[in-house]
């Protein structure tokens, strides 16, 4: 299993990003993609999933409404679209896997394969 993140980068307050996890290694179908995030002396943090046969979604309350999780199955690549960003979205963001073809939730200990983690830094 092979995650790779991208897309991260440093963005003013009120800005967007979009970040990308390329999956290999695996059926693409019978797992659920996660993200997280981890800010400098927290705890790491569910932000969003997504079952990938249903396309079944969930999402952190902090997050609701702002990002939006998205998939694409030919390119085995799941995208989180962040919009009106905030001071407080600064933090390494992960993807990461679970076996689960139908649901999905963004408990960090339930998913099993992590890729390396991408940079956001929003500046005020």
């Known amino acids: 299993v092979q995650l790779v993140e991208s897309g991260g980068g440093l963005v003013q307050v009120g800005g967007s990003l979009r970040l990308s996890c390329a999956a290999s290694g695996f059926t693409f179908d019978d797992y659920a993609i996660g993200w997280f995030r981890q800010a400098p002396g927290k705890e790491r943090e569910g932000v969003s999933c997504?079952?990938?046969?249903?396309?079944?979604?969930n999402y952190a309350d902090s997050v609701k409404g702002r990002f939006t999780i998205s998939k694409d199955n030919a390119k085995n690549t799941v995208y989180l679209q962040m919009n009106s960003l905030k001071p407080e979205d600064t933090a390494v963001y992960y993807c990461?896997?679970?076996?689960?073809?139908?649901?999905?939730?963004?408990?960090?200990?339930?998913?099993?394969?992590w890729g390396q983690g991408t940079q956001v830094t929003v500046s005020s």
């Open positions: 997504i079952a990938i046969r249903v396309g079944r979604t």
């Open positions: 990461a896997v679970r076996r689960s073809s139908l649901f999905c939730n963004v408990r960090p200990d339930m998913y099993e394969y």
